[in-house]
């Protein structure tokens, strides 16, 4: 204990003979950005995820008990989180009625659902309104069998939480974004992009100054693909609205994560048509831009072997930054994106 003690005073004195030598140097400026991304990390995300894809949850089927515990496990963690709800109070729940999901033609015999939200205020232009984006249900039991889909969309629903962590961080320390941040984990998305649709037709916030929704579906995994170069993501739609988004999404992985971004999908020629097959696209159709981060399908999709221990977390680790690192330069950059490539959105009738 002394001996500690007596050579900590010495590196001490050390540091403070050298220091005084110098000639004082200019403070560094400090990225705030990557420190808060270094608390998104594979163990936290495995932590949220071992439990969101367990068996408890029964594969989070929409209406039913499974989705019911998932919903509340996001809403606890805001709670503990301390991050606020949009809707005030605890009321984390953006009721989306059984009449509505059982109205649009695409599922029946549906039981209410609710889209769980949490937000983040903006410092500067707290109007603004950057959506992240996950859906928080999957396909139920089948045949005896849970579909704990770990994957889709898991891994997306904890990436969101983790980001949602990183910026209340940054918030508390008084580095909180400039516009604000909502956190939209959307239901019935395996029913036929339900929930995200309701939400756009009943948005909390005003359509017209969401600036982006960055929505996550398929995130841990690696597809055949990519078996030889796993650090890779598929982009899809960063460009089809805005080409500002899309050279802003590449420089920040340039500048902080290095990941290989695979457009293979974005190819409007692409059969899989993936732009218009997860929730984004309820935002896009109303001329938001948005990036929809996804791994491919892979020998689980959809299948009741979509487990938590096959997730690769230091990939969605490394995707969740990258993700956070777009959210923070959209919700903290002087302008607002500039939607160059509008469409004709649908009419209201
Ligand atoms: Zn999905």
């Known amino acids: 204990m002394k001996k500690l003690i007596l050579s900590a005073s010495i590196a001490a004195l050390l540091v403070s003979c050298s220091t005084s030598q110098n000639a004082p140097k200019p403070e560094p400026e400090i990225d705030y ?66 009449s509505f999901l059982n109205s649009t033609g695409r599922a029946y015999g549906l039981k209410d659902s609710e889209n769980v939200v949490a937000f983040i205020k903006g410092s500067e232009k707290p109007d603004e309104i950057v959506v992240i984006s996950a859906h928080l249900d999957h396909v139920g039991v089948k045949n005896g069998k849970i579909y704990n889909g770990a994957d889709d969309d898991g891994s997306g629903t904890v990436a969101v939480l983790e980001i949602a962590e990183a910026f209340k961080k940054a918030a508390d320390e008084g580095n909180g974004p400039k516009r604000s941040v909502l956190f939209l984990h959307v239901t019935g998305e395996e029913k036929g992009l339900l929930g995200s649709r309701y939400y756009v037709e009943n948005p909390i916030f ?16 690696i597809d055949d693909r990519h078996k030889d170069n796993p650090n890779f993501v598929y982009l899809i739609g960063a460009d089809k609205l805005s080409t500002e988004l899309h050279d802003l999404s590449e420089a920040m992985n340039a500048k902080y994560t290095n990941i290989s971004l695979d457009y293979k999908y974005n ?3 692409d059969p899989n048509r993936f732009y218009y097959r997860s929730d984004h696209y309820n935002f896009a159709k109303y001329n938001i831009p948005i990036i929809f981060y996804f791994n491919g399908t892979h020998e689980d999709y959809h299948q009741h072997t979509d487990t938590p ?40 009738n």
């Open 267 to 269: 190819d409007e020629k």
């Open 206 to 221: 005003p359509l017209t100054n969401t600036v982006v929704d960055l929505n996550i579906d398929m995130i841990g995994r």
């Open 33 to 98: 950005a990557i420190k808060y991304a270094a608390t998104i990390t594979e163990k936290d995300l495995a932590k949220h995820l071992f439990v969101y894809a367990s068996d408890e949850f029964e594969g989070r089927d929409t209406g039913e008990p499974g989705q019911k515990k998932a919903s509340q496990y996001l809403k606890d963690f805001y709670i503990k989180s301390n991050i606020a709800s949009p809707l005030g109070g605890d009321d984390y729940y953006q009721e989306v009625p059984a």
């Open 309 to 348: 221990d096959k997730i690769n977390y230091d990939l969605l680790e490394n995707r969740t930054r990258l993700i956070f690192h777009t959210a923070w330069e959209i919700a903290n950059r002087e302008n607002k994106l500039i939607v160059d490539k509008p469409v004709t959105p649908p009419s209201k």
